[in-house]
């Protein structure tokens, strides 16, 4: 079975600094999709990033972008010019690229709260 | 675009009531539901998800159960709620034309006394 291992409960950042999140995985499936979501205060769970495990090319959202090492199975999250805003839980996920069934589900981490100081 | 609608956002309710959490989804049609479980300060559980009308699969055998009566409608039940049910719970669909990319709705907060 899968696993998602987030190591870091909680992380603080200077605003306008950058930071990084810490996600590593487990997986016996050559092909997957990972994900980061974001958990604001709100609790409303915002797609942050996703990435293709065939895509060698590490994938980028405007201030957030990820560094997915696929043989190490580490996929993390980092935060450019942090803002206030992105004070939230951040969570990793992972989804095999099976579709239909179980297959499909999403497996979280366990997330890693985000503090921003202004 | 795809939204997920659920209510109430806010409930509490005694040990022992009954318990229903509503779940609709907007601008898509046939889209695989899942309901989740997030207990304070942990992760996300997946408690059941549907790819289809009657079709329900669980994750985790509990005090719940789910029923999908219409393409778009999920529902989240109990006749009998524990303690151990509070929660904040969230509905999920899969994007229309990514089924590999799930979005969620707003959740609702349910406490038990």
């Known amino acids: 079975a899968q696993t998602v291992t987030q190591s870091q409960p909680e992380m603080s950042v200077q605003e306008a600094e950058t930071v990084t999140l810490s996600c590593t995985y487990d997986?016996?499936?050559?092909?997957?999709?990972l994900f980061w979501y974001k958990q604001p205060p709100s609790r409303q769970m915002i797609l942050v990033i996703r990435?293709?495990?065939?895509?060698?090319q590490n994938a980028t959202e405007n201030r957030f972008s990820v560094n997915f090492q696929k043989a190490a199975k580490s996929f993390s999250l980092k935060i450019s010019d942090s803002q206030l805003g992105d004070a939230a839980m951040y969570f990793c996920?992972?989804?095999?690229?099976?579709?239909?069934?179980?297959?499909?589900?999403?497996?979280f981490g366990k997330g890693t709260k985000l503090s921003v100081k202004p | 675009s795809q939204t997920i609608h659920q209510w109430p956002a806010t409930l509490v309710q005694p040990v022992g009531s009954p318990l229903s959490l509503e779940c609709t989804v907007e601008?898509?049609?046939?889209?695989?539901l899942y309901w989740y479980r997030q207990a304070a300060g942990r992760g996300l559980q997946l408690l059941f998800y549907?790819?289809?009308?009657?079709?329900i699969s669980s994750e985790v055998p509990q005090n719940l159960s789910a029923s999908r009566p219409q393409d778009r409608q999920f529902i989240l039940s109990s006749k009998k709620l524990l303690l151990s049910d509070s929660g904040f719970y969230l509905c999920?669909?899969?994007?229309?034309?990514?089924?590999?990319?799930?979005?969620f709705g707003p959740g609702t907060r349910l406490t038990v006394t």
């Open positions: 999920a669909g899969h994007r229309l034309g990514l089924f590999y990319e799930q979005y």
């Open positions: 997986t016996s499936e050559s092909d997957y999709y």
């Open positions: 549907s790819v289809g009308i009657g079709q």
């Open positions: 990435q293709e495990a065939y895509k060698q």
């Open positions: 601008g898509t049609s046939n889209p695989n």
């Open positions: 996920a992972y989804r095999s690229a099976v579709y239909g069934g179980s297959q499909g589900n999403l497996i």
